[in-house]
């Protein structure tokens, strides 16, 4: 993949981008479950923290080749956007622990709502309107809706505490989103942003893993072949594609494709996993797509620089 100027003129979708489009949010719904997958063989933390590490030594040779270094002045916040991305995967994997793939993966998705309510706030440029009031509106119905709907734990009871760590996960999210848009870090390269990020997720989650005793991992043929998707498709071959897509693509248009990912993760949660939804849960979680769907801002007409800031699987602003 060769670098591109980041002031290139993006443009309109074309059935590459549809289909490239498709198979990302696709990869990025199957992190969840593929952490699930194999939770008994291998911790969901030291997962985590493992294909943070192979990204990073990846990420950091494509840096050398490209002649990239770290600028001094985005140290700082390159440090509190590390330790919130770090922050959202350790309650992601207790939350994979608690409760099922399929719930993780729809409040996780709730991010893009605590990120425009924290930058309307701090930005004037993202002040919301009245369409953006509705659709915050109907997200946090659908997600009392879809908390009260909880998943059921293996005896048939509720267990909310799972569904609760998720949805601070998607929290954490919003706030590296509310981070890198209003530091400097909204001027780094999307590379550099990644550095920080994974650096951030594997300082923490290797210390967590040793902590909370975390540390089993059964070298199997299966739980090696989970690792390597976490690893070299999610948190970096993923990435890079979708850096590209954003210097070629309008990002509004691309946006438009994430509402795949949770969708796809509930189907394939019940599909490959067995999982089981409440009725009030699906009719929450659907609620919580059209909220979302509101609060995205119109696709803008004319040319439109890139800006590229984003993460692995997630798009930097609006997200995966």
Do not use: N
Not at 151 to 175: I, N, Q
């Amino acid at each position: 993949m060769k670098a591109v100027s980041s002031t290139v003129t993006p443009g309109p979708l074309d059935a590459r981008a549809g289909a490239v489009m498709t198979l990302l949010c696709l990869i990025w719904s199957l992190q969840q479950l593929s952490l699930k997958a194999i939770a008994a063989e291998a911790s969901p933390m030291l997962v985590v923290a493992l294909r943070s590490l192979v990204a990073l030594v990846l990420l950091a040779l494509l840096m050398r080749r490209r002649g990239e270094r770290p600028a001094r002045r985005h140290w700082r916040p390159g440090a509190v956007a590390g330790l919130l991305f770090g922050l959202e995967y350790l309650l992601v994997s207790e939350a994979l622990r608690l409760t099922q793939a399929s719930h993780v993966v729809i409040f996780l998705y709730t991010a893009p709502i605590f990120a425009a309510l924290g930058l309307h706030l701090r930005l004037p440029a993202e002040r919301l309107g009245g369409r953006q009031w509705v659709g915050i509106a109907l997200a946090f119905g659908g997600i009392a809706l879809a908390f009260l709907g909880g998943a059921r734990d293996e005896s048939g009871a509720w267990a909310p505490l799972g569904d609760g760590l998720a949805l601070l996960a998607g929290m954490a999210w919003g706030a590296t989103t509310i981070t890198i848009r209003c530091s400097a870090l909204a001027a780094a390269p999307a590379t550099e942003t990644l550095l920080y990020q994974l650096l951030g997720a594997f300082g923490l989650l290797l210390p967590a893993t040793a902590m909370t005793r975390q540390w089993h991992f059964e070298p199997t043929a299966v739980v090696w072949a989970h690792l390597g998707f976490q690893s070299l498709v999610v948190s970096f071959a993923s990435f890079l594609t979708w850096c590209w897509l954003l210097r070629r693509y309008l990002a509004s248009r691309l946006g438009v494709f994430s509402f795949l990912t949770p969708l796809f993760g509930v189907v394939l949660g019940v599909w490959l996993l067995g999982e089981s939804l409440a009725p009030a849960f699906v009719a929450g979680s659907g609620l919580v797509l059209a909220g979302i769907g509101l609060v995205r801002p119109p696709a803008r007409r004319g040319p439109v620089r890139a800006a590229v800031r984003c993460r692995p699987g997630c798009p930097a602003g609006s997200r995966r």
